[in-house]
């Protein structure tokens, strides 16, 4: 069965300042993988996704990630941190087997920016 | 605009009683989905549905049941069996296409007392 491990619990960071999610996952075939961000008492937005193709994603503000199979991570960076990131982001994986896109969540990592 | 409603946003209710969350999508998706949420545990998946009258248990669905009679409807029912039925409930939903994404509702919190 997959897994995903977002070993950071909670990070601190200042305004400004560059910003890396670590994501781990265990799968036996190539994943899809995700990068979703929650607020405080709000449901999920999706940042980015993997499918195929070029291992370095873009998605929505400023945020990128990066596919490694050899390292089986799909870490989250973006260059310049605002105040408003400040939430709780999630990787997940999904189980590419024709179905719909069952996903298995890590457990989170809550951001927290220093101005 | 397409999305995902949940309601209440709050709920109450006392130890021993069922109660319904309600999940309504008009995104013309055909897999839904519960969530669980507690703090420090991510989230974990109660029950899913790929098409209408149709659903499968996730990995903590005792306690909790389905229906699936409407394409746009999924309510998610809390049974006194469910021994910690307090959190944050996220409904979501998708296309059946391998790797889409889900779409999430902005989610309920259930308060037993």
């Known amino acids: 069965a997959q897994s995903v491990t977002q070993p950071d619990i909670h990070i601190t960071v200042s305004e400004g300042a560059s910003l890396e999610l670590r994501c781990n996952y265990s799968?036996?075939?190539?994943?899809?993988l995700f990068w979703y961000v929650q607020s405080p008492g709000q449901g999920l937005q999706l940042l980015l996704k993997?499918?195929?193709?070029?291992?370095l994603v873009q998605g929505i503000k400023g945020f990128e990630a990066e596919f490694k199979r050899s390292q089986s991570s799909f870490n989250l960076r973006k260059p310049s941190v605002h105040w408003s990131d400040a939430a709780e982001y999630f990787c997940?994986?999904?189980?590419?087997?024709?179905?719909?896109?069952?996903?298995?969540f890590g457990t989170g990592t809550r951001l927290q920016v220093t101005l | 605009d397409g999305g995902i409603t949940q309601s209440p946003k709050y709920l109450f209710r006392k130890e021993g009683q069922n109660v319904t969350l309600s999940c309504e999508q008009n995104?013309?998706?055909?897999?839904m989905y519960w969530y669980r949420q507690d703090p420090g545990q991510g989230l974990r998946l109660i029950y899913y549905?790929?098409?209408?009258?149709?659903?499968q248990k996730g990995d903590i669905a005792e306690g909790y049941s389905v229906s699936r009679e409407k394409k746009e409807s999924f309510p998610l029912t809390v049974t006194s069996a469910q021994k910690n039925p307090t959190a944050f409930y996220l409904c979501?939903?998708?296309?059946?296409?391998?790797?889409?994404?889900?779409?999430f509702g902005p989610g309920t919190r259930l308060t037993v007392l």
């Open positions: 979501a939903s998708s296309t059946r296409l391998p790797g889409d994404e889900q779409f």
């Open positions: 993997y499918f195929s193709g070029d291992t």
């Open positions: 549905s790929q098409i209408v009258n149709d659903f």
């Open positions: 799968y036996g075939a190539t994943p899809y």
């Open positions: 995104l013309n998706h055909d897999a």
């Open positions: 997940a994986v999904g189980t590419p087997t024709g179905t719909a896109s069952k996903l298995t």
